[in-house]
């Protein structure tokens, strides 16, 4: 009974190359996080969402872009990888209202070449 | 700027206690969590604490002082599987949270 899930686990690239990781949760949660950890293991929100509102981190690239098919899901498009992509990525969701524990997905580990 | 501040490694034996501090800055306060994270996992819930005061859940409480922008976590009775990072999260006025850098605490036999 899988609450968060992300594929892949793991993903190797090319710099340059486009990538998309995919999240889904099972817990009819409203809104869903995507956050990079990197090495140094700050976890750094990047964006958050739900059906009424995207909220970017404005440090993020605009070569990173969610993208929302319905509720249960919250995918990550990254164009044009650069070496400093190199991270752990995790989804993440929540129940509705503004103030809750958020569920963490497995984590994608992004190594861009 | 907002800031959380943890401390970066702790090292302890099984069996005993820690405490494991964190102080924060934030524009607004709308809680304060702790999760664990072992290493190559998810970060997993552990508390959250809104008023002043602990909170207890088992081995492990979480206290917290809104005025002094201060909370600490203690475990008791430490296990060799309590080796993980801990980190701790403050949501702000935007109810977004705001992540320290983990504190990596190391269990020793």
């Known amino acids: 009974d899988t609450a968060v899930s992300q594929t892949p686990k793991y993903l190797v690239t090319q710099m340059g190359n486009d990538k998309s990781i995919k999240c889904e949760q099972n817990?009819?949660?409203?809104?869903m996080y995507w956050y990079k950890q990197d090495s140094k293991k700050f976890l750094k929100i990047m964006f958050s969402y739900n059906n009424k509102e995207l909220i970017i981190n404005e440090t993020v690239p605009n070569r990173f872009s969610p993208k929302s098919p319905d509720k249960a899901h919250l995918n990550l498009h990254i164009n044009s990888l650069e070496l400093g992509d190199s991270a752990v990525y995790f989804c993440?969701?929540?129940?509705?209202?503004?103030?809750?524990?958020?569920?963490f997905g497995p984590g994608t580990r992004l190594t861009v070449l | 700027g907002q800031n959380i501040d943890q401390p970066t490694e702790m090292t302890a034996t099984e069996g005993a206690i820690v405490q494991i501090n964190c102080t924060y800055q934030t524009s607004g306060f709308n809680g304060l969590f702790w999760y664990q994270q072992h290493a190559g996992e998810a970060p997993t819930f552990l508390s959250y604490n809104v008023l002043d005061g602990l909170e207890e859940k088992g081995r492990f409480s979480s206290f917290l002082s809104r005025s002094k922008g201060y909370s600490y976590l203690l475990l008791k009775e430490l296990q060799m599987k309590d080796s993980a990072s801990y980190l701790c999260a403050v949501m702000d006025s935007n109810y977004q949270l705001i992540w320290g850098a983990g504190t990596k605490l190391i269990i020793k036999p």
């Open positions: 993440a969701s929540s129940p509705a209202g503004e103030v809750g524990e958020q569920f």
């Open positions: 817990l009819g949660h409203d809104t």
